[in-house]
């Protein structure tokens, strides 16, 4: 009997719902990248998804995303840009961009 009991009351519980509340942290994928560092919000703290992204930008993204300042063909000679002056900011991500090519 107690057996049965125990079986009833097993398959009772069993039919209840089980509410589970969510513990987790909404998490805005924006602020995750900038907290990754692979990129950053602008002069004013915003970031302008909507934006069109420049080839300093998209190459600065790459070199940070996949750690390309690491790798084997950043030695190699640089590659000759007539528009991008050697102190301009994403520079060297670029170069190191254009020589994996």
């Known amino acids: ?24 942290e909404i998490v ?3 602020e995750r990248v900038v907290a990754a560092g692979l990129m950053t919000k602008d002069a004013a703290g915003k970031f302008n998804p ?3 992204i420049s080839r300093a930008e998209l190459a600065s993204i790459l ?5 390309l ?8 000679p640089n590659v000759e840009l007539k528009d991008v002056s050697a102190n301009y900011w994403a ?3 670029i170069q190191i961009v254009l020589k994996m090519a």
């Not at 070199?63 to 750690?67: L, S």
């Not at 300042?69 to 190699?76: D, M």
């Open 1 to 24: 009997m107690q057996k049965f009991i125990s079986l009833f009351s097993l398959i009772a519980l069993l039919q209840l719902p089980i509410i589970v509340q969510a513990q987790e």
């Open 69 to 76: 300042e690491k790798r084997a063909f950043s030695q190699k």
């Open 50 to 52: 909507n934006e069109i």
């Open 63 to 67: 070199v940070n995303t996949f750690d």
């Open 28 to 30: 805005d994928p924006i």
């Open 91 to 93: 520079y060297n991500d």
